[in-house]
C-alpha cells in the first residue's frame, strides 16, 4: 500500500485501539503453572504494543499441548497435523505476504516429526516468528521421550532411562544457511520472555525462538525445578534483548557481539550455563516470499490472456 | 536569459521538483484507492452473481458440459445462507467515491505550480486568499482519500463520519500529510524595504497556513539608521526569525551550499509554514562571478547558511543547523595572504576573513573603503578594532590586509559604516553560533574544568594500571621458575611430583 | 525398376528408434508435424530408455516414437501393432519386438551400416536380428543411412534423424516442401548453417526414398481451418493449471509428474503465479494447504508414491473443509513400481486411502484435451463445496502427444479479488446448510471472522468437541456435500446403443482403446457398448438404468485382478480390478473386470480380442497380438 494511503487509514480513523482481551479468543485449558499461559501472555502484550488488528494475523501450531494455542489467541489460527505447521505457515505467507504469521510448535512437533521441514523453513527464512515451546518431554500424549529430553530421564518409553545425549536445537539452527535469528528465553523469565517475543517480532525473517518451558504434571524437576536451579547466563548487547537488574540473580551476564556468526556458533554449542538472549541476528537476509514476488509478474487481466494466447501459441501446429 | 531570471528559474526549477513529486504522490495514492473501490465493485458484482447457471457454466468450461448441469448446481449451491451483497446506499456511495476520486486524479495531474505562488507585493488578504484555496483544494483530497480508506475497509457509518467530514479541512491534516502536500509560494525581494517585507512575511506567517516564503535577496549591502553607533543595531533580521516565531521552518541558503537543491527540497516540503532567504545574483551578474560572491559572502559571515527545523528535535539547539558553513565552531574563516618577512624572504600570512574583507572586493561597497594615509600609526586590524571599547577606538582606523595584484600585501581602509556592519554581522553570527549550542561562555568554563579534573584522574588510572602490571609479571615469573623447577626434580630422580 | 504401386491407407502406425541421443525423437516431431499440417490425425508416444546414459547399442537404449497417424482427424489412442519401423540400429529394433510393438509383417527400415561394420558382435547380432524379423513375415529394407550421411555432414549421429525423416516423407507421399517449412520451423534457434545442412538431408533422404522404396503409402491429407495444438498431457496440465487461475502449484520432483511442474515453472512467473519446489512431498501439500487456507485455492502435483505420503494432509483437507486441488499423475505400483510406465492404481487409494471416512470429489480426464480443462472444473468445485479434489492423470496422457482443436481462452473469466469483507462477531466459520453441507468459508483478513480452524472434530463454531452427537454431525455434514454434488452431475452418456449383451466400463485413459475397439466390434454385428466415468466420487446418476440395458457388465481397466484360470483363484477369493471394486459396491451388481498391468496401453485389438471371447465367438484370425503375448517373446 502507497504510504500516503497507510497515512489516511490512520488518520481516518480506521484503525481501532486494542487492548489485551481483544487477543484472547477463550480462556485457556493449559494445566495450572503450565508455561504455556506466559507465551500466550506475550503474545498478547506484543500484538497490543504494535496495535495489530486481530484479523491480519494469522497464528499456525502442530499438534501438542503448545500447540493449542491458536484457540486462545483471537486471531485466524490454524490447527493443523503433527510436525507440520511450518510448510502451512509458508504457505501462508507465499500467498498473503501482508499477513503476520506465528508459528507454534512444542519439542517433538519442530524437532522430531517437524524436523526436516524445520531445517528448511530456516533457509527459506519465510518472516514469521517461530516459537518453539520446550519442555523436553511429549506431554500431551503422557509422557514420552522427547530429542530434547536429558540423558537417563525416565518416561514411558523410557523406563529405564533415556538412552541418549538429548540434542541441542541451537546448534543445528546456526548450522543452517540462511540463519537470521536465534533467541532463546524460559517461561520462569516473564519480562525476558516478553522483550525476547518481541524482538523476534521486530527481525524481519525467521525469527526463531527457543522457550524453555518446564511441564509441572509430567517433568516437575525439570530445568532445576522450574529454574530455581538451573544455571544461565544472560547475553548483552547494546541492541539485543534487555536484562533487568532482577534477572542478574539467576544468572551472570556475558556480552555477546550477535552479529558475528562465529560468536553466535560458539555460544549456541554452549548448554551450560544455558545462554538467555539474543544469540544471532543477520537484518540483511532475504526472506523466500520477498524472492518469489519480486520476480514475479502480475498482469492485469488483458494482459494475462494475451499471454496465455501466446504461450498455447508455442504448440499450435496449422 | 538575464540571470536573475536563471536564478529564479533554480528555485522555480526546484519548486516544480518538489511539485511534481507531489502530484506523483497524490496520483499513485488516488489510482491505489480507485482501484481497491473498484475491487470492491467488482467483488460485489461477482458475488451477485457467481451461482447464476450461466456463469457457473463460464467458469467450469468445457469439461463440465458433458458431466455437470449448470442449472442444478446453481439450485444446490444457491441455497447459501449468508449475504454477501453489498447494501444499495453504500454501493451508491463507493461509485460516487471513484467518480470524484477520478476527477481529482485528472486535476491534479494537469495541475501547474504556477496556480498555487503569489507576489508578496499583492494585498495580503488576497495572498491569505489565494493560499486558503489552494489549501482547501488539498484538503478536499485527502478527505475524499480518507472516506476512501474507510469504505474500503466497510468502517464508513454516516451517522458517525457524515458530521466528522462536513467540516473537514485542511486544518485537520496531520503533519505527515502536509508533508504530502504540493507547496503554496509567496515570491518577495527583500533588497529594499526589508523592515516592511519582513513584518509582513511574519503577518501571513502568523496564519498558521503551512506556506512557503521565498525572500531573495541580492545586495548584502545594509543601511543603517542614523543613530546607531553601538554594536548591536535595533533593526530586526531575518536570520533570527525562528527566535521570533519557532514554529517556522526557516532555511537561509545560496549556490556556495554544495547540497542546494536537496535544501531547497526539504525547506519546500516542511509540513509547517516557513521562509526559505536565498542569495540571488544581480541583474548584470554573470553565473560564474556570482558563484565567487556567494561563497565569499558565506565565508565573511555576510550570509550565514543556516537551516531550523522545528520538527527535527525537541530542544531548540538542536533544530538549529550552521553545519553548511564553512568553520562554524570559529569566529572567521581565515585567507592566507603570501607576503615578505624583516628579511624580504617570502612567508605566509594568516587573515581572518571578515565582513569588511568581503566588502572591499565588492562594487557596492566602494565608497566604504579607501586607501589608507600616508601615516599610518593609528591603523589597527580590523578583528582588534572590532574588540576595542569605545575609548579605545578613537580615532583609531580599521584596516584589512587583501592580496594585492603583484603577489604583495596591500592595506585598505574601512569606513565608519562598514566598520558598524561588521560588527553587527559579528554580533549576529556569535548569536547564531550560541542559539545553534556550537559554542557559548557556560559552554567554556565547563570544557576547562572537566579537562583538568579528567586528567588528574586519567593520570591516577594509568599508574594504577602499571602497579597491577608489574605485580602480576612478577607473580608469573614466580610460577614459571617453580614449575620448571619440579620438572627438573622429577626428570632427575624419576618421581613424578604431585600436581600444585 | 517401375514405380512402386501406391497403395492408400486410413491409417498406419510408424515407429522411429534409434540409440539415445541421436535424435530419433526430433525425426519423430518432425514426421508427426508434418501430418498434422496435412490434416491428418495424431497420436504419438515416446519410448524412453530406462536409465539416463545407457550403454549404446543394445535393447536398454533404444529411444524414439511411435506415430499414429490417421486420415480422419481424431486419433484417440495409440493403436494396437507398428505397421512401419525405422530403426538406426538392430537392437533398437529387437527392443520393439520385446515389447510387443510390431506387427509380424511390419516394413523394417534400417540403416545397413552394421551388416559391415568392423565389429564382429554387431555383424553378427545384425544378420541373426534381421534373420528372426524375416522368419515372423516382416520385410526387410537394408538403407544405406550411415553412407548417405556422411555425403552431407561428418558428425552422422546428427544427421540421420533428418534423412530418416525424408525417407518417411517419401515413402508416405508427402510434400517436401511442407517438410523443408517444418524443419526451419523446428531448427529456428539454430545457425544457418545448420538449418541449410538438415533441409539438405532430408531432401537427400526423400530423393533416395523416391528412387530406391520398393513401397509408397498415401494417407489423404485433410486440410482444415480449425487451429489445432499438439500437446502432451501434462503440458495441457500445466496450461489448465494457468487458465483456471492457480497462482501457486507447489510439488516435489517425481516421475512422470515433474514435467508438468517444468512447464509450469516456465511460464507462471508471468501470470503471477509460482511453481514451489518443497524439500519433500509432505511439505508440498502443506505448503498448497496454507496457501488455499489463506484464501488462494492451490494445487499440488504428484504420483502414486507421493500421495501416500501426501494422505495425512488430505485428511486435514477434508476435516477442516479447506479448498485443495490434487494432481496424481499414476504410474505402475505397487511401492517405486514402474516409474514411466503407465497403471490406473490409485482409484481406491484417491477415494479411502485418507484414515476416517474423508469423503472427496475425484475425477478423471480421459484424454489430454481433457487434461486442459479439468482444472478448471476442479478448483471451482473446490472453492464453492469446500473440498479437496482429486484429479487421477496417468503416465499415458502425460507423455503421450494428440492433436486437437486450439482451446479459445478470450472468454477465461478474471479472477474476483479476495473477499475481506467484515462479518459480525459470532458468525460461524462452518455455517453448515443442514441440506447440502455446504458453507462459506471465512479467510484470513475478514474483520470479525477470527477463530481457529482445527483439524479436530468440531461442530459449526469451529471449536474443538468430543461429544457422539457433534461427531456424527460433522461426519454428516461432510459426506452431504457428495450427495450435493452428485445432485447436479449428469448420467454419462453411452457410447453405442443403449442396449445389447455386453457393456464395458472405462475410466480415464483407457477411453480411446475402448471405443475403437466397440466401433470395431460393432462393425462386425457384436452387441457391445460402452461406458466411461469421469466422476469417481461422486459416481455420476443413472448407473443403474445403464446397466439394466445390457447382460454382462465388465470394466476396462489398467490395474490388477486375478484371473479365473490361475490356479487356486474362486469366486470367493477372486480379486477385482478397483472401478470393478467400487461398482460392485456402488449398484450390487456381478461387474466383471478386464483388469492387467502390462505397462503400457491397451491396444484396441487385446479388448476387441476380449468383446469376441466373452461373447463367444473363436476370433477370426490367430491374432498376432494374442500371439506375442502368450510367448512372452
Request: with cysteine; glycine share 8%; aromatic share 6%.
Given at each position: 500500500m502507497s504510504t500516503l494511503a497507510e497515512l489516511c487509514v490512520i488518520e481516518s480513523g480506521a484503525v481501532d485501539s486494542h487492548s489485551i482481551d481483544d487477543y484472547e479468543s477463550e480462556k485457556p485449558r493449559w494445566c495450572k503453572g503450565c508455561g504455556d499461559h506466559g507465551v500466550l501472555a506475550s503474545l498478547q502484550r506484543v500484538l497490543r504494543?504494535?496495535?495489530?488488528?486481530?484479523?491480519?494475523?494469522?497464528?499456525?501450531?502442530?499438534?501438542?499441548?503448545?500447540?493449542?494455542?491458536?484457540?486462545?489467541?483471537?486471531?485466524?489460527?490454524?490447527?493443523?497435523?503433527?510436525?507440520?505447521?511450518?510448510?502451512?505457515?509458508?504457505?501462508?505467507?507465499?500467498?498473503?505476504?501482508?499477513?503476520?504469521?506465528?508459528?507454534i510448535m512444542g519439542d517433538g512437533d519442530c524437532f522430531s516429526i517437524g524436523g526436516n521441514h524445520w531445517l528448511h523453513a530456516i533457509r527459506y527464512n519465510i518472516n514469521a516468528v517461530v516459537l518453539v515451546l520446550d519442555n523436553e518431554v511429549y506431554a500431551l500424549t503422557k509422557m514420552q521421550v522427547s530429542p530434547t529430553t536429558p540423558d537417563g530421564w525416565k518416561t514411558k518409553t523410557t523406563p529405564r532411562g533415556n538412552y541418549l545425549q538429548p540434542m541441542n536445537p541451537l546448534s543445528v539452527v546456526m548450522g543452517m544457511t540462511n540463519v537470521s535469528f536465534l533467541a532463546q528465553t524460559a517461561t520462569w523469565l516473564p519480562a525476558h520472555l516478553d522483550e525476547t517475543i518481541e524482538k523476534a517480532w521486530e527481525h524481519h525473517g525467521l525469527s526463531f525462538v527457543r522457550i524453555l518451558q518446564r511441564c509441572p504434571v509430567f517433568m516437575p524437576k525439570a530445568f532445576g525445578e522450574g529454574g530455581l536451579n538451573f544455571p544461565v547466563v544472560f547475553l548483552e548487547n547494546e541492541n539485543g534483548i534487555p536484562v533487568h537488574p532482577l534477572l542478574l540473580k539467576r544468572g551472570e551476564t556475558q556480552a555477546h557481539n550477535h552479529r558475528d556468526i562465529n560468536d553466535a556458533q560458539r555460544v549456541a554449542v554452549s548448554v551450560d550455563p544455558a545462554p538467555m538472549g539474543l544469540i544471532y541476528r543477520n537484518p540483511d537476509i532475504p526472506s523466500y516470499e520477498e524472492i518469489r514476488w519480486n520476480r514475479q509478474d502480475r498482469p492485469d487481466h488483458r494482459t494475462f490472456v494475451e499471454r496465455l494466447d501466446a504461450a498455447i501459441d508455442r504448440y499450435t501446429v496449422s | 536569459m538575464s540571470p536573475v531570471f536563471a536564478m529564479k528559474e533554480q528555485i522555480r526549477q526546484a519548486v516544480e521538483d518538489v511539485w511534481h513529486h507531489h502530484c506523483a504522490t497524490l496520483d499513485e495514492a488516488l489510482a491505489e484507492s480507485i482501484g481497491e473501490l473498484n475491487d470492491l465493485l467488482r467483488l460485489d458484482e461477482y458475488n451477485r452473481h457467481r451461482h447464476d447457471p450461466d456463469q457457473l457454466e463460464r467458469a467450469l468450461g468445457p469439461f463440465a458440459e458433458t458431466n455437470l448441469d449448470p442449472g442444478s448446481l446453481s439450485r444446490v449451491l444457491g441455497e447459501s445462507k449468508r449475504s454477501q451483497a453489498i447494501a444499495p446506499e453504500r454501493l451508491k456511495r463507493v461509485q460516487a467515491l471513484i467518480k470524484t476520486l477520478g476527477e481529482m486524479k485528472e486535476a491534479w495531474s494537469n495541475a501547474a505550480p504556477e496556480f498555487a505562488s503569489i507576489d508578496i507585493a499583492k494585498d495580503e488578504s488576497e495572498i491569505r486568499e489565494l493560499a486558503g484555496e489552494h489549501l482547501n483544494r488539498i484538503g478536499r483530497v485527502f478527505r475524499t482519500l480518507r472516506i476512501a480508506q474507510l469504505e474500503i475497509r466497510s468502517k464508513y457509518d454516516s451517522k458517525t463520519h457524515d458530521a466528522v467530514f462536513a467540516d473537514f479541512n485542511w486544518p485537520k491534516l496531520s503533519p505527515d500529510e502536509l508533508r504530502l502536500c504540493p507547496p503554496f509560494l509567496v515570491m518577495a525581494r527583500t533588497d529594499d524595504d526589508s523592515g516592511a517585507q519582513l513584518r509582513k512575511m511574519m503577518s501571513l506567517l502568523e496564519s498558521g497556513m503551512p506556506i512557503k516564503i521565498a525572500a531573495l535577496r541580492s545586495s548584502l549591502r545594509e543601511v543603517y539608521p542614523p543613530a546607531s553607533e553601538s554594536n548591536v543595531p535595533s533593526t530586526m533580521k531575518i536570520e533570527t526569525l525562528p527566535l521570533a516565531m519557532r514554529g517556522v521552518y526557516f532555511l537561509q541558503t545560496s549556490v556556495a551550499a554544495p547540497d542546494f537543491q536537496k535544501q531547497l527540497f526539504e525547506g519546500l516540503t516542511a509540513p509547517r509554514p516557513g521562509v526559505i532567504s536565498i542569495l540571488c545574483p544581480r541583474d548584470d551578474e554573470e553565473q560564474a562571478a556570482f558563484q565567487r560572491r556567494a561563497e565569499r559572502a558565506v565565508r565573511a559571515r555576510a550570509f550565514p547558511m543556516c537551516i531550523y527545523d522545528p520538527d527535527r528535535a525537541e530542544r531548540f539547539v538542536m533544530c538549529l543547523d550552521l553545519s553548511s558553513n564553512p568553520s562554524p565552531d570559529a569566529l572567521w574563516t581565515t585567507d592566507t595572504l603570501p607576503g615578505r618577512d624583516a628579511e624580504g624572504q617570502p612567508v605566509e600570512v594568516e587573515e581572518a576573513f571578515t565582513f569588511a574583507h568581503f566588502a572591499a572586493s565588492e562594487a557596492e561597497f566602494a565608497a566604504e573603503i579607501s586607501e589608507p594615509p600616508a601615516i599610518a600609526d593609528n591603523l589597527i586590524s580590523m578583528t582588534e578594532y572590532l574588540g576595542y571599547s569605545r575609548r579605545q577606538r578613537a580615532r583609531k582606523l580599521p584596516f584589512v590586509k587583501l592580496a594585492g595584484k603583484d603577489g604583495s600585501i596591500v592595506r585598505k581602509v574601512a569606513s565608519p559604516a562598514l566598520a558598524l556592519q561588521c560588527a553587527d554581522r559579528l554580533h549576529l553570527w556569535r548569536t547564531l553560533q550560541e542559539l545553534s549550542g556550537i559554542d557559548n561562555p557556560h559552554v567554556s568554563t565547563t570544557r576547562t574544568t572537566l579537562e583538568k579534573e579528567f586528567g588528574a584522574e586519567r593520570q591516577a588510572q594509568l599508574q594504577n594500571l602499571q602497579q597491577e602490571m608489574e605485580k602480576d609479571a612478577a607473580r608469573r615469573e614466580q610460577v614459571a621458575v617453580a614449575s620448571a623447577m619440579r620438572k627438573l626434580v622429577a626428570r632427575l630422580t624419576g618421581v613424578e611430583p604431585p600436581q600444585a | 525398376m517401375s514405380p512402386p504401386r501406391l497403395v492408400r491407407l486410413s491409417e498406419h502406425i510408424v515407429e522411429i528408434v534409434s540409440d539415445a541421443g541421436e535424435g530419433a525423437q526430433k525425426a519423430a516431431?518432425?514426421?508427426?508435424?508434418?501430418?498434422?499440417?496435412?490434416?491428418?490425425?495424431?497420436?504419438?508416444?515416446?519410448?524412453?530408455?530406462?536409465?539416463?546414459?545407457?550403454?549404446?547399442?543394445?535393447?536398454?537404449?533404444?529411444?524414439?516414437?511411435?506415430?499414429?497417424?490417421?486420415?480422419?482427424?481424431?486419433?484417440?489412442?495409440?493403436?494396437?501393432?507398428?505397421?512401419?519401423?525405422?530403426?538406426?540400429?538392430?537392437?533398437?529394433?529387437?527392443?520393439?519386438?520385446?515389447?510387443?510393438?510390431?506387427?509380424?509383417?511390419?516394413?523394417?527400415?534400417?540403416?545397413?551400416?552394421?551388416?559391415?561394420?568392423?565389429?564382429?558382435?554387431?555383424?553378427?547380432?545384425?544378420?541373426?536380428?534381421?534373420?528372426?524379423?524375416?522368419?515372423?513375415?516382416?520385410?526387410?529394407?537394408?538403407?544405406?543411412?550411415?553412407?548417405?550421411?556422411?555425403?552431407?555432414?561428418?558428425?552422422?549421429?546428427?544427421?540421420?534423424?533428418?534423412?530418416?525423416?525424408?525417407?518417411?516423407?517419401?515413402?508416405?507421399?508427402?510434400?517436401?516442401?511442407?517438410?523443408?517449412?517444418?524443419?526451419?520451423?523446428?531448427?529456428?534457434?539454430?545457425?544457418?548453417?545448420?538449418?541449410?545442412?538438415?533441409?539438405?538431408?532430408?531432401?537427400?533422404?526423400?530423393?533416395?526414398?523416391?528412387?530406391?522404396?520398393?513401397?509408397?503409402?498415401?494417407?489423404?491429407?485433410?486440410?482444415?481451418?480449425?487451429?489445432?495444438?499438439?500437446?502432451?498431457?501434462?503440458?495441457?496440465?500445466?496450461?489448465?493449471?494457468?487458465?483456471?487461475?492457480?497462482?501457486?502449484?507447489?510439488?516435489?520432483?517425481?516421475?512422470?509428474?515433474?514435467?508438468?511442474?517444468?512447464?509450469?515453472?516456465?511460464?507462471?512467473?508471468?501470470?503471477?503465479?509460482?511453481?514451489?519446489?518443497?524439500?519433500?512431498?509432505?511439505?508440498?501439500?502443506?505448503?498448497?494447504?496454507?496457501?488455499?487456507?489463506?484464501?488462494?485455492?492451490?494445487?499440488?502435483?504428484?504420483?502414486?508414491?507421493?500421495?501416500a505420503l501426501k494422505t495425512e494432509f488430505q485428511g486435514l483437507a477434508v476435516m477442516t473443509e479447506t479448498p485443495l486441488v490434487i494432481i496424481n499423475v499414476q504410474r505402475g505400483g505397487p511401492s517405486t513400481g514402474l516409474p514411466t510406465k503407465i497403471e490406473q492404481a490409485d482409484l481406491l487409494h484417491a477415494l479411502y486411502g485418507a484414515p476416517g471416512d474423508a469423503p472427496k470429489v475425484v475425477i478423471a480426464p480421459s484424454t489430454i484435451e481433457e487434461c486442459f480443462y479439468i482444472l478448471s472444473v476442479a478448483r471451482k468445485i473446490a472453492e464453492e463445496f469446500r473440498m479437496l479434489v482429486i484429479v487421477l492423470s496417468d503416465a499415458n496422457l502425460a507423455t503421450g502427444q494428440q492433436l486437437f482443436d486450439r482451446p479459445d481462452v478470450s472468454g477465461t473469466p478474471r479472477r474476483p479479488p479476495l473477499d475481506l469483507s467484515p462479518v459480525p462477531l459470532g458468525t460461524l466459520p462452518y455455517d453448515w446448510n443442514p441440506t447440502t453441507g455446504l458453507s462459506e468459508r471465512l479467510i484470513p483478513g475478514q474483520p470479525g471472522g477470527m477463530g481457529v480452524t482445527t483439524s479436530l472434530n468440531h461442530d459449526l463454531d469451529g471449536k474443538a468437541c468430543y461429544d457422539s452427537e457433534r461427531n456424527q454431525r460433522g461426519h454428516t455434514m461432510r459426506s452431504r456435500k457428495l450427495a450435493a454434488l452428485q445432485q447436479s452431475l449428469h448420467p454419462p452418456s453411452v457410447h453405442g446403443a443403449p442396449e445389447g449383451d455386453l457393456l464395458l466400463v472405462g475410466w480415464g485413459s483407457t477411453r480411446g482403446a475402448i471405443e475403437e475397439a466397440v466401433d470395431v466390434a460393432r462393425d462386425e454385428g457384436l452387441a457391445v457398448s460402452s461406458l466411461h466415468i469421469q466422476f469417481l466420487s461422486p459416481l455420476p446418476p443413472g448407473l443403474h438404468e445403464i446397466f439394466a440395458g445390457f447382460r454382462k457388465i465388465m470394466t476396462v481397466e489398467l490395474n490388477y485382478s486375478d484371473d479365473w484360470d490361475d490356479p487356486l483363484i474362486t469366486k470367493e477369493n477372486r480379486r477385482y480390478g478397483q472401478l470393478a471394486w467400487v461398482l460392485r459396491a456402488a449398484t450390487l451388481l456381478d461387474i466383471d473386470c478386464y483388469a492387467k498391468v502390462p505397462g503400457r496401453p491397451y491396444m484396441p485389438v487385446e479388448i476387441f480380442d476380449e468383446i469376441k471371447r466373452i461373447l463367444g465367438d473363436q476370433p477370426a484370425i490367430e491374432s498376432p497380438a494374442k500371439t506375442l503375448l502368450a510367448t512372452g517373446e
Open positions: 504494543k504494535y496495535n495489530l488488528e486481530p484479523e491480519e494475523v494469522v497464528s499456525v501450531s502442530g499438534i501438542g499441548c503448545s500447540s493449542r494455542l491458536p484457540h486462545y489467541l483471537n486471531t485466524y489460527g490454524f490447527h493443523g497435523i503433527h510436525g507440520r505447521a511450518l510448510p502451512i505457515a509458508t504457505g501462508v505467507r507465499l500467498s498473503r505476504p501482508e499477513l503476520p504469521v506465528i508459528v | - | 516431431v518432425a514426421f508427426a508435424l508434418l501430418c498434422a499440417k496435412a490434416g491428418n490425425g495424431l497420436w504419438t508416444v515416446e519410448i524412453i530408455p530406462s536409465e539416463i546414459q545407457p550403454p549404446p547399442h543394445t535393447t536398454g537404449s533404444a529411444s524414439g516414437n511411435r506415430i499414429r497417424l490417421a486420415e480422419r482427424s481424431r486419433v484417440t489412442n495409440a493403436g494396437n501393432l507398428a505397421n512401419v519401423v525405422v530403426a538406426f540400429n538392430e537392437m533398437a529394433l529387437l527392443s520393439r519386438l520385446e515389447a510387443g510393438s510390431l506387427a509380424d509383417d511390419v516394413l523394417v527400415l534400417i540403416d545397413d551400416q552394421w551388416a559391415t561394420h568392423d565389429n564382429e558382435r554387431y555383424r553378427r547380432s545384425y544378420r541373426d536380428v534381421l534373420d528372426k524379423f524375416r522368419s515372423r513375415g516382416a520385410t526387410i529394407r537394408e538403407i544405406p543411412l550411415e553412407k548417405e550421411t556422411l555425403r552431407h555432414i561428418e558428425d552422422t549421429q546428427r544427421g540421420k534423424n533428418m534423412f530418416a525423416v525424408g525417407l518417411l516423407c517419401a515413402l508416405y507421399s508427402k510434400d517436401l516442401d511442407v517438410l523443408d517449412d517444418v524443419i526451419r520451423g523446428i531448427f529456428e534457434t539454430k545457425t544457418r548453417e545448420v538449418i541449410e545442412v538438415a533441409v539438405r538431408l532430408a531432401a537427400a533422404g526423400y530423393e533416395y526414398g523416391m528412387t530406391h522404396l520398393e513401397e509408397r503409402f498415401e494417407i489423404l491429407p485433410h486440410p482444415t481451418d480449425v487451429p489445432k495444438v499438439a500437446m502432451n498431457g501434462n503440458t495441457a496440465l500445466a496450461l489448465g493449471a494457468v487458465s483456471a487461475g492457480f497462482e501457486l502449484c507447489s510439488m516435489y520432483p517425481i516421475t512422470p509428474a515433474t514435467s508438468a511442474s517444468h512447464a509450469l515453472s516456465e511460464i507462471f512467473e508471468d501470470f503471477g503465479g509460482f511453481v514451489h519446489q518443497a524439500e519433500d512431498e509432505i511439505a508440498a501439500i502443506g505448503v498448497a494447504l496454507g496457501a488455499s487456507y489463506a484464501g488462494k485455492t492451490a494445487l499440488t502435483i504428484t504420483s502414486g508414491p507421493g500421495m
